[in-house]
């Protein structure tokens, strides 16, 4: 009962001092210190025997561990995004996609910029580097105000492109090793539940913003943001075609490389943006180096997050939660849903919530004879909502290390969007394959 306690107490107290603006690399190994300490977890290696579970061995695991898998790519995308903002590739491209599509659709035109990335394979964090410098003219274009930015990003990359039939993304491919399905499992009631996403989804956003407009926000300019001049810039098609050569390049390597493919296409995108473009760069050096700090600053918060739930699943409440989530009576869909959806919350992690789950409710649900395709499906979005809670790594990553906003000023629209519709989504998905629709 007290390790339950320091469990769910210790991902509220994680959820609040996020929402209250504290350093996350303090706030998550004080959280995961909480939760230790209510569930007798030893604290430090030397008190246990070799490979036994401890606070600061599974914290710094899990810590260490993220950065290792994903240091090179937080590193490159960070660099591409303030390369393209440097030589003025990304205002060349925003100011394109206004001229034809007019300023009213500029929150459209990120999220179908993001879209593109994430169904082409461009890992979620990256997405948001990358089209980050377009979405900051785009709202400076418009005068919208800046703190929804960080939920256009989220809404174009988590939702309706991450969990669908066909997206290159790992909530999409870890059902098939335990299902023995395929990445188009079930694209019937996906393609349903994807336009039923992105035509609510985007509703809700352009009417939170609206709303916001006629209370007086507006765009409120920094220090930090690239300067507005009147200067020459390059052809937008100088700046279309690095996103494009990063989105080839990861389809082409996706298959052979997997999650490595992600450091060929960015540096391919760094070296287009550098070769058709050099001449109109500031510096480029200094881009380079302002995209390293960004990076490490990202990296690190989002580390941090990972390594609480290092040590989360390591105490005995991790085991009793994730069993009576995956003992859940009733539909196998209704079941697994929301096993995978829980899980996710409480390590803030989608993939993660997936591969805890599937292994304990795939054998279990194959054998009462669920259609896998169904299963695979419903696991997959449902994977994309409860993980989007305040704590998540994208989330942390997207609000402060990339947008520089406040999860007091930006969360709520995110939640929104990321939270509450994929939920819908997942609703919609049972509903449909309860009727027999793709099975």
Known sequence: MLSMIGLVGGLALLIYLTMKGMNLLVAGPLCALFVAICSGLPLFPQLVGEGEANFVGNYMTGFSGFISSWYLMFLLGAIFGKVMEDSGAADSVSKWIVSKIGMKRAVMAIVIACAVLTYGGVSLFVVAFSVYPMAVSLFREADLPRRFIPAALAFGSVTFTMTSAGSPEIQNWIPIEYLGTSPYAGWEVSLIVAVFMIIFGYWWLRRMITKAVANGEKFVARENDPITENKVLPNPLFGVI?????????????????????????????????????????????????????????????????????????????EVAVDAMTSIPGSPLIGGAIAVSVIAGMTGSASGGQAIALPLISPHYMDMGVNPEALHRVVSISSGALDSLPHNGYVVTTIRGICGESHKDAYNPVGALTVIVPLLGVILAIILFSFGLGI
């Open 242 to 318: 690095p996103l494009v050569v990063v989105l080839i390049i990861s389809f082409v390597f996706h298959d052979s490389l997997q999650q490595s493919a992600l450091i060929i296409a960015l540096l391919g995108g760094v070296i287009a943006t550098y070769l058709l473009n050099r001449t109109y760069f500031k510096s480029f050096w200094s881009a380079v180096s302002e995209g390293t700090l960004g990076a490490l600053i990202a990296l690190g918060n989002t580390a941090a997050v990972v390594g609480f739930g290092g040590v989360a699943k390591a105490v005995p409440a991790f």
